[in-house]
């Protein structure tokens, strides 16, 4: 699929945000920051340098170099070895030493998240770089790349539309392949099997790849991850599943209900809820809406519906680029409560409700911020989807 990226308009972008930080240096370390510099797949820990004068490089493990030089967008890529002289942060250090930049202010990608693999900067690798450039200036520069990506051009749009068919295709498959006694391996298998037909090139690695759950599994309090078990299916259990598609570094996220014969009537009001709850999160999507407003509206109606002690008190993360499933996040904290939806914007409207004993109902699905509301990137629409054997 030929989609057009600007990236020296991404550079730009990133060079903007540095100004408003003041920062002569930027080394990225975490995953969105690596995909979005560079525009390749990147699984090794890595560097990408961005100076205020034109300077862009990345710096991957030797291995992948020549992949890297095929694949990546950038002129300048180095190879790195865990060698003495050829390790990354001697690398590192050698590329601001030969740019002058001993004594700037750098920025680094420094902090923590609920995510375990983002790629924020070791301690270690802070207290070698504070020995290697005991005149240099170094601060947290995770805004950086967090509001450079924020808003997508048409060609990330159009890839995470193409990725959002795949999801679809994926949830339509396990549907016509539904019946009591297959596994929820089997399941996330009919499903992966039509993403990769379909041209995925990598599954969602942060919460197990594709999830599926069905009856007690899929029901748990709280219930956010779900990977595929060898548990069977059994008639009135509801079911889960959750993929993860990936067209050209850019992701989709659709999880949808199921069930085998018909809901009994507290499913059936469970479902009832959820689907107003759905509609009322995506609804609030909007352009202008603050992340706290967004959350509010949402528990609000969960609250009025009944079933707030029944949810996750989370309704979304932001989606984009390989790595980019944290910002902006729709829960009710410091860090994101006052942030504005933009357009352009993508979004994963989020909604887990789950009554122990009864069933469990998950929403993902991928929503593009404009100025009248969520738009649903997915076909695939919120709802208990039944299914008679």
Known sequence: ?????????????????MKLSGLDLFIGTRTVSLSFVAGAFIPWRSTVIVS????????????????????????????????????????????????GLEKARIGLEIGHSPRGNTGYLFSTELDFLKQALPDAVFQPANNIVDRASYIKEPGEIQLMRQAAAMA??????????????????????????????????????????????????????MNGTTPPSTKLIARGENIIADFHPCCSLYYSDLAHNFIIGKPNTEQARLADAFRTTADTLVGALKEGNTVGGVFRTVY????????????????????????????????????????????????????????????????????????SGGEMLCATRPVLTVVDD
């Open 52 to 99: 205020q004068d034109g300077y862009a490089t990345l710096t991957t493990l030797l291995i992948d170099l020549e992949r890297m030089k095929h694949e990546s967008w950038l002129e300048t890529i180095h190879g790195y070895a865990p060698l003495p002289g050829m390790d990354l942060w001697d690398l590192a250090v050698h590329q601001v030493k030969s740019l």
């Open 168 to 221: 679809d295709a994926a949830i339509e498959r396990v549907k016509e392949s539904l019946y009591v006694g297959m596994s929820e391996a089997e399941i996330a298998g009919i499903g992966e099997m039509e993403l990769r037909r379909l041209g995925s090139s990598y599954h969602w690695a942060v919460t197990g790849s594709s999830e599926v759950a069905s009856g007690y599994r899929a029901s748990w309090a």
């Open 1 to 17: 699929m030929n989609v057009f990226i600007d990236y020296p308009k991404r550079l730009r972008k990133i060079r903007e945000e």
């Open 300 to 371: 609000d109606k969960l609250m009025e519906l009944g079933y707030a002690g029944y949810t996750i008190p989370s309704f979304g993360h932001g989606l984009g680029i390989m790595g980019h499933e944290w910002y902006p996040a729709i829960v009710d904290n410091d860090e994101f409560r006052d942030v504005v939806l933009e357009e352009n914007a993508v979004e994963v409207a989020f909604l887990s409700m789950a009554v122990p004993g009864v069933c469990g109902m998950r929403l993902e699905t991928p929503v593009l911020v404009t100025k």
